[in-house]
């Protein structure tokens, strides 16, 4: 399970790539936790390597913050996989911060980056920062509670400790192996109005679903859309769903006609998996 804000779980779909970009921090951004993936380059064969090409790219920051003290990579253990950490301390306005990047190669073609960032003043970022690394794991079914105030999360391939106060992210994006069916999950603190994409609507067809725990309003179309002067048609589908505290989850799909019954698959799948905890 994936989760989200205001305690909303959800099972993502099955075989479909997550392009969500899992950012967990507060509402002032002073602290923060960030997993991203990415494509090892060439030129690179370790994770230094990468830490190499961006440290390079840091250097060049100076010209608008000569402050700017970048640390040397160092290699350590993220999880159970070998990575190296870079650190850098820099300003914004008054505001001074920290910020670790840590790189792991995941397999010959991709790799992970975790970035930590907190205020240059927090005395127990060394030791939160190594907590966070060393807790990185594969994903699991379900964010599980740990303990000295921190919380287990699911980002993507793998899940990870985090700070038990950073909010985890509220949009969740995924995509089919071609990258033609998209799926969205949206979480809202309160019910917000939903628009439809600019274009003509056709065969517009609303229900709501009765369920156990709340009525779900399911609302499906069709639209012709112009793709390089070829007319396609696309699919979609969405739906609303309301607790009681008014936190509201969108969950939107959309895929070529020809493509429906894959993102009607996932739609329904993810759709009853909503919850909150």
Same mark, same amino acid.
């Given at each position: 399970?994936?989760?989200?804000?205001?305690?909303?779980?959800?099972?993502?779909?099955?075989?479909?790539?997550?392009?969500?970009?899992?950012?967990?921090?507060?509402?002032?951004?002073?602290?923060?936790?960030?997993?991203?993936?990415?494509?090892?380059?060439?030129?690179?064969?370790?994770?230094?390597?990468?830490?190499?090409?961006?440290?390079?790219?840091?250097?060049?920051?100076?010209?608008?913050?000569?402050?700017?003290?970048?640390?040397?990579?160092?290699?350590?253990?993220?999880?159970?996989?070998?990575?190296?950490?870079?650190?850098?301390?820099?300003?914004?306005?008054?505001?001074?911060?920290?910020?670790?990047?840590?790189?792991?190669?995941?397999?010959?073609?991709?790799?992970?980056?975790?970035?930590?960032?907190?205020?240059?003043?927090?005395?127990?970022?060394?030791?939160?920062?190594?907590?966070?690394?060393?807790?990185?794991?594969?994903?699991?079914?379900?964010?599980?509670?740990?303990?000295?105030?921190?919380?287990?999360?699911?980002?993507? @391939?793998? /899940?990870?400790? +985090?700070?038990?106060?950073?909010?985890?992210?509220? #949009?969740?994006?995924? *995509?089919? &192996? !071609?990258?033609?069916?998209?799926?969205?999950?949206?979480?809202?603190?309160?019910?917000?109005?939903?628009?439809?994409?600019?274009?003509?609507?056709?065969?517009?067809?609303?229900?709501?679903?009765?369920?156990?725990?709340?009525?779900?309003?399911?609302?499906?179309?069709?639209?012709?859309?112009?793709?390089?002067?070829?007319?396609?048609?696309?699919?979609? @589908?969405? /739906?609303?769903? +309301?607790?009681?505290?008014?936190?509201?989850?969108? #969950?939107?799909?959309? *895929?070529? &006609? !020809?493509?429906?019954?894959?993102?009607?698959?996932?739609?329904?799948?993810?759709?009853?998996?909503?919850?909150?905890?």
């Amino acid at each position: 399970m994936l989760a989200g804000p205001f305690r909303v779980v959800f099972e993502p779909p099955p075989d479909f790539k997550d392009w969500t970009h899992y950012s967990f921090t507060e509402t002032a951004q002073r602290e923060l936790v960030s997993v991203g993936y990415g494509n090892v380059p060439n030129s690179a064969e370790t994770a230094r390597d990468i830490l190499v090409q961006r440290q390079g790219e840091l250097v060049d920051l100076r010209e608008y913050d000569p402050a700017l003290a970048i640390e040397p990579i160092s290699n350590m253990m993220i999880g159970t996989i070998p990575g190296a950490v870079l650190s850098f301390t820099a300003r914004e306005v008054h505001y001074q911060f920290r910020e670790w990047w840590a790189v792991a190669l995941l397999d010959r073609v991709s790799y992970i980056q975790i970035i930590y960032h907190t205020s240059a003043l927090n005395a127990a970022a060394g030791e939160r920062l190594q907590r966070i690394l060393s807790s990185v794991g594969p994903g699991e079914n379900s964010p599980q509670r740990s303990v000295r105030r921190f919380v287990r999360r699911r980002a993507g @391939r793998i /899940s990870l400790d +985090v700070p038990e106060r950073l909010i985890p992210p509220s #949009v969740f994006s995924f *995509a089919s &192996s !071609e990258g033609d069916v998209r799926l969205d999950v949206r979480i809202h603190e309160h019910r917000t109005v939903w628009k439809f994409p600019p274009g003509e609507i056709l065969d517009r067809h609303a229900e709501v679903v009765e369920t156990d725990d709340m009525p779900i309003a399911i609302t499906s179309f069709a639209m012709i859309r112009d793709f390089a002067g070829e007319e396609q048609r696309w699919t979609y @589908r969405r /739906s609303e769903l +309301v607790f009681d505290d008014g936190v509201t989850v969108h #969950v939107d799909g959309e *895929a070529p &006609s !020809e493509r429906s019954a894959i993102l009607h698959a996932a739609f329904r799948r993810v759709v009853a998996s909503v919850q909150q905890e």
